[in-house]
C-alpha cells in the first residue's frame, strides 16, 4: 500500500511543479496567436502545393520511364 501512496504522492508533486511552470510561461496575445496561425496555415498549403507538385512530376516521370 505504501507504493502506491508513493506514486500517487508522486504524480500529485509532478503536476504541481507542472502549475506552477506553467505560470512562468508567457502566452500568445490573441493577435500573435491569429498572426502565427495565418503564417502556419500558409506555410502548409504551400508546402502541400509543392510537394503535390514533386508527386505528379515524378509520378510523369516514371510512366514515361515505363512505357
Not at 505504501?2 to 508522486?10: D, F, Y
Not at 491569429?34 to 509520378?59: E, P, R, T, Y
Amino acid at each position: 500500500m505504501s507504493k502506491l501512496n508513493e506514486s500517487v504522492g508522486g504524480l500529485r508533486t509532478f503536476l504541481e511543479e507542472v502549475k506552477v511552470e506553467l505560470l512562468k510561461c508567457t502566452w500568445p496575445t490573441k493577435k500573435e496567436l491569429i498572426g502565427q496561425s495565418f503564417v502556419v496555415i500558409i506555410s502548409v498549403i504551400i508546402l502541400a502545393g509543392f510537394v503535390g507538385l514533386c508527386d505528379l512530376v515524378n509520378m510523369n516521370l516514371l510512366q514515361f520511364i515505363i512505357r
